[in-house]
């Protein structure tokens, strides 16, 4: 438990050595569609939640774009768990 905790503090810290540009230019699109959908109320169903995605999937090492990494590496854990429950 305190190795995980200590991986995920150091992964923190090392992430920001780890953004490059193209990913910087992306967090401000998303910050500045979430300022349009929030501040100024230009279509915020639409804009809100596109803003969040532009925004976390360019977070360094999130590995939210890696294949099964993300949600769907989690629905997958899930999923064996409930397998070998069952049986």
């Given amino acids: 438990m305190e190795s995980a905790i200590g991986s995920a503090i150091q992964s923190l ?3 920001p050595s780890h953004l490059e540009a193209g990913q910087a230019l992306m967090m401000l ?3 500045s569609l979430l300022y349009l ?3 100024k109320g230009f279509e915020p169903l639409l ?3 596109i803003g969040f995605g532009a925004i976390l999937v360019n977070i360094p090492q999130s590995e939210l774009m890696e294949k099964g990494g993300g949600c769907s590496g989690f629905s997958t854990t899930l999923e ?3 397998r070998s429950s069952r049986s």
């Fill in 13 to 15: 810290l090392l992430g």
């Fill in 80 to 82: 064996l768990g409930q």
């Fill in 37 to 39: 959908g929030i501040q």
């Fill in 47 to 49: 804009l809100v939640p």
């Fill in 29 to 31: 699109i998303g910050a």
